[in-house]
């Protein structure tokens, strides 16, 4: 693969209009557009469309239309996927079109809830077992440990996360590649007909600084949930994510998040999303297109 390649990419948004001006007034773009930037960052040159079905306003994509991107990716985002609401239904509509096309796809935290959904698994909601700003010992399965998406991985890693809902099943067929004491599922691949689906719980896409303003945009459910003291807690922890992000080799920031390098080098939190590209995208792009 090379910089000069032309690559088409798709990226679903799962957030209503309100939630992504609210996320562009915290962290400077919506779930979307931080996707977008990342992907531009790996593949120079290439061609993003953002898709937001959550709107109900959103241009219909048939499956012909999906089967002429590279690959598909699907944001985090406030979405239950549980709740049957009409935003979540076209969502999970979409997804399914996603599947039936062929295209490989990507999603991270509600990603891959919505991924599960479609293809007929469960989500609940995490309770007690939230996780805010780092994922933690998140460990390979014995298939992970072979798998693509996770080479380069360790025996365990950390990961920057954000998230309320994890997945409860996968559906049949699935493959589940990693998990934590926090989320059973860290990882899965899922496979309907011709589709496949790399997922993560965490945010390989994200900075530390976006982890910094979801953290502030959920300092009073934190607060509520025990997670934290008081606001002045969630904006002490909020300040480490920003000193990271400015200085990734800050030993006293790393210190007090305890992190390492997984969260705070840039290519090392891009490993899922590298691996993606690399190991499933580019050999299906050379076969779908027919070289």
Same mark, same amino acid.
């Given at each position: &693969? ?11 948004? @799962? ?39 959550? =709107? ?8 012909? %239309? ?28 979409? &997804? =399914?079109?996603?599947? %039936?096309? $062929?295209?490989? @796809?990507?999603? @991270?935290?509600?990603?891959? =809830?919505?991924?599960?959904? %479609? ?29 693509? !998406? ?11 996360? &954000? ?16 998990? @934590? ?11 309907? $007909? ?6 993560? =719980? ?16 959920? /300092?009073?459910? !934190?607060? /509520? +949930? ?10 002490? +922890? ?18 007090? !998040? ?18 993606? !590209? ?11 297109? $027919? $070289?």
């Amino acid at each position: &693969m090379t910089a000069g390649e032309s690559w088409r990419f798709l990226v679903v948004e @799962s957030e209503t209009a309100e939630e992504q001006e609210e996320r562009r007034r915290s962290a400077g773009k919506s779930a979307g557009e931080s996707y977008r930037a990342t992907l531009e960052q790996l593949r120079p040159g290439c061609e993003v469309v953002l898709a937001a079905p959550a =709107q109900a306003d959103a241009p219909p994509l048939s499956v012909a %239309a999906l089967a002429a991107f590279d690959a598909v990716f699907v944001s985090g985002s406030p979405l239950h996927v549980y709740a049957d609401s009409p935003e979540v239904r076209r969502q999970i509509a979409l &997804m =399914q079109d996603v599947f %039936a096309s $062929g295209t490989p @796809s990507f999603g @991270s935290c509600a990603g891959l =809830q919505v991924a599960t959904a %479609a293809a007929g698994g469960r989500v609940r909601a995490s309770g007690a077992r939230r996780e805010a700003g780092v994922a933690r010992r998140i460990t390979a399965t014995e298939a992970g440990r072979e798998h693509p !998406l996770l080479a380069g991985r360790g025996a365990t890693w950390e990961a920057l996360t &954000m998230h309320g809902d994890e997945v409860e099943e996968l559906p049949p067929g699935a493959t589940l590649l990693a998990g @934590s004491e926090a989320a059973r599922v860290q990882a899965a691949e899922i496979r309907v $007909g011709a589709g496949v689906f790399w997922g993560v =719980q965490y945010h390989p896409e994200l900075a530390p600084s976006e982890i910094a303003a979801a953290l502030r945009r959920s /300092k009073d459910e !934190l607060v /509520k +949930q025990g997670l934290a003291e008081d606001g002045e807690e969630v904006e002490a +922890q909020a300040a480490l994510f920003d000193r990271v992000h400015r200085d990734p080799d800050s030993r006293s920031a790393r210190w007090r !998040l305890r992190i390492g390098d997984d969260v705070a080098v840039e290519a090392r939190r891009r490993t899922e999303l590298s691996n993606f !590209l690399e190991h499933l995208v580019a050999p299906t792009r050379q076969a779908r297109r $027919g $070289g």
